[in-house]
Antibody, heavy 122, light 111 residues
Framework: QVQLVQSGAEVKKPGASVKVSCKASGYSFISYGISWVRQAPGQGLEWMGWISPQNGKTKFAQKFQGRVTMTTDTSTTTVYLELRSLTSDDTAVYYC???????????????WGQGTLVTVSS | QSVLTQPPSASGTPGQRVTISCSGSSSNIGKNTVNWYQQFPGTAPKLLIYSHNQRPSGVPDRFSGSKSGTSASLAINGLHSEDEADYYCAAWDDSLNGRLVFGGGTKLTVL
């Protein structure tokens, strides 16, 4: 079965960077894109960006352009999110989510990781 | 402020029909597919409806979706107590170089 397993919780200081991993299994890794979605405490869902494991193509929300990097490692079927210059506003649960369809993003994210809590505090 | 607009809360009694609205624009719901997610506290969202009105395997048929123009709706027929959760609509938005946008979420309470 499809599984997305994320790395553990992180505590970072303001100005630091964080790198979260999402290991995929149970399907053809290169066939489906992965989005990163975050959720601040008590708030709604916010899309950060998307990456295609097939060719490394990325799309980012304008809000995160220049501060975020998404990469994939096909040898370990793992997707990575790196967020730099952290502030307290970046405190959130970060989810990876796999496209439902090989057609790409926007057709539903059918499988989600368990979430990774990133806390930014001095 | 979310690009897609949902009511912050909704409620109903067991057995009732409840609908949750999602209002967007011509750059998102007006031209792209709408998806709905269900989220319980402390857990990841779950895809409930995709492509306006399609249910993934395992989703009960009392959940249904519809779209008209730049708005969409999620309907729950025969409300169950276990349906108490947060519900989010989402759609691809063609503005700002393209982005996935979510509604602010609707907290459904089963009275």
């Amino acid at each position: 079965q499809v599984q997305l397993v994320q790395s553990g919780a992180e505590v970072k200081k303001p100005g630091a960077s964080v790198k979260v991993s999402c290991k995929a299994s149970g399907y053809s890794f290169i066939s489906y894109g992965i989005s990163w979605v975050r959720q601040a405490p008590g708030q709604g869902l916010e899309w950060m960006g998307w990456i295609s494991p097939q060719n490394g193509k990325t799309k980012f929300a304008q809000k995160f352009q220049g501060r975020v990097t998404m990469t994939t490692d096909t040898s370990t079927t793992t997707v990575y999110l790196e967020l730099r210059s952290l502030t307290s506003d970046d405190t959130a649960v970060y989810y990876c989510a796999r496209d439902r369809s090989v057609a790409g993003i926007g057709f539903g994210e059918a499988h989600w990781g368990q979430g990774t809590l990133v806390t930014v505090s001095s | 402020q979310s690009v897609l607009t949902q009511p912050p809360s909704a409620s109903g009694t067991p057995g009732q029909r409840v609908t949750i609205s999602c209002s967007g624009s011509s750059s998102n719901i007006g031209k792209n597919t709408v998806n709905w997610y269900q989220q319980f506290p402390g857990t990841a969202p779950k895809l409930l409806i995709y492509s306006h009105n399609q249910r993934p395997s395992g989703v009960p048929d009392r959940f249904s979706g519809s779209k008209s123009g730049t708005s969409a709706s999620l309907a729950i027929n025969g409300l169950h107590s276990e349906d108490e959760a947060d519900y989010y609509c989402a759609a691809w938005d063609d503005s700002l170089n393209g982005r996935l946008v979510f509604g602010g979420g609707t907290k459904l309470t089963v009275l």
